[in-house]
């Protein structure tokens, strides 16, 4: 039999384990707010489906928002802290800068929420309520989103330059990115389902559709008509990442890319016969399989290194800290 200090030693051994293997993320809890703000879920989706009918488009600025702040150390809502004259945020580092909108919805939602339940709920635990709700909306799939995160106190524009990638990579450096935040090929194919809704300014895919062989002839000159091909004019117009249905959550924008269709270079580095041609095979075929991984890999990106415990704080105001 086992002596005392023995067994004490496993036992530590096993907790220091479980730790190692949870992490944060095991704290997080789909009950999370149910005796604490019972009424947080319709608050929160009715001011989704609101912005959502004024502009088909803000659904997916709102999911991209989730996108961002997860992928800039955690899901912790840094990328909704504004500039100050002593506090550098996210807003202004370049993937984010006149690119991420939806931070008045996200205004209106927490300020609606105070009113129910004042203090309670993070305003990163509202990015992923937010997400879900868009998508379900748009006409994608529905998930139970796990709760608890708190807000972070800091930002880093540093790494929101570096950790999110930009519309220039190839498939390596996306496979080694989302491997770096402990996500699979698997959640890489299936979270880039999320630009079957949104838009692409001309800058981020002029160069694609101009110089890039691996395309669709016809699609790129539909493409250039809205895109001029001189740096400087047009930059800002937009276009589709999913041409044929942008506001629709659905399988579509797997068959662009067997088509050669897909507006950004990464979206198709995903298809151009590398390890991942044949997962986007599969969800070309299979909605009810793309819509089932989307929300595994949602929720497995809902559990980067979130803050809980004593760690951040819950913010009044998503724009600044307390």
Not at 10 to 19: M, Y
Not at 22 to 33: C, D, E, R, V, W
Not at 133 to 142: F, M, N, R, S, T
Not at 167 to 184: D, V
């Amino acid at each position: 039999m086992a002596s005392p200090s023995s067994f004490s030693k496993a036992i530590l051994t096993l907790a220091c384990v479980v730790l190692l293997i949870g992490g944060t993320s095991a704290q997080l809890s789909i009950f999370y707010y149910t005796e604490t703000c019972p009424d947080l879920f319709p608050t929160v989706k009715s001011i989704v489906q609101e912005a959502i009918a004024k502009e088909a488009r803000m659904g997916a600025s709102l999911l991209r928002l989730f996108f961002h702040d997860c992928f800039v150390n955690g899901c912790d809502g840094s990328n909704l802290l504004d500039d100050t004259p002593t506090f550098t945020g996210e807003k202004n580092a370049a993937p984010n800068r006149n690119s991420l909108r939806g931070f008045d919805v996200v205004d209106q939602i927490k300020s609606a929420v105070e009113e129910v339940c004042p203090s309670i709920v993070s305003c990163a635990d509202l990015l992923a309520i937010i997400s879900r709700d868009a998508v379900e909306i748009l006409g994608g799939p529905g998930w139970d989103v796990k709760l608890g995160r708190r807000d972070a106190r800091t930002a880093s524009q540093a790494a929101a330059n570096v950790s999110i990638p930009p519309p220039t990579n190839n498939l390596s450096a996306l496979i080694s990115g989302f491997q770096n935040h402990g996500l699979s090929q698997q959640d890489l194919v299936a979270l880039y389902g999320a630009h079957t809704v949104g838009q692409a300014r001309c800058t981020n895919f002029r160069a694609r559709i101009y110089n890039e062989s691996n395309i669709d002839s016809s699609f790129a000159q539909e493409m250039k008509s809205n895109c001029p091909s001189v740096t400087g004019v047009g930059d800002n117009n937009l276009d589709g990442l999913d041409y044929q249905s942008a506001t629709s959550f659905d399988n579509t924008y797997y068959v662009n890319l067997m088509r050669k269709r897909g507006l950004l270079h990464s979206d198709q580095q995903l298809f151009n016969g590398g390890s991942t041609d044949s997962l986007i095979r599969t969800y070309a075929q299979s909605q009810d399989t793309f819509f089932k991984d989307f929300a595994a890999s949602m929720i497995n990106m809902g559990d980067i290194k979130p803050l809980t415990g004593s760690n951040g704080e819950i913010r009044k105001n998503c724009r600044r800290v307390n």
